[in-house]
């Protein structure tokens, strides 16, 4: 999670307001998910690393702002 938010942090040049709760039973400390088998059985192959994926989430929401105001 926090990769995701530094990215987030770079690509919006804004300092983030990040506020940490206590975690809550049952919640994962760690995970080692994969996507190994999705590529064996299914072909499956990501077209965009997290940080592309990111940039171009950010861009959409940007030029369709309207869809995001009450």
Wanted: net charge positive; proline share 1%; charged share 30%.
């Amino acid at each position: 999670m926090n990769e995701v938010l530094e990215i987030v942090k770079d690509l919006t040049g804004k300092k983030l307001k990040i506020k940490q709760i206590e975690k809550k039973k049952g919640d994962v400390k760690d995970t080692f998910s994969s996507n190994q088998l999705s590529k064996k059985i299914l072909g499956y192959n990501p077209r965009y690393n997290i940080s592309d994926g990111l940039s171009s989430q950010l861009d959409w929401m940007k030029s369709n702002l309207k869809l995001f105001q009450a």
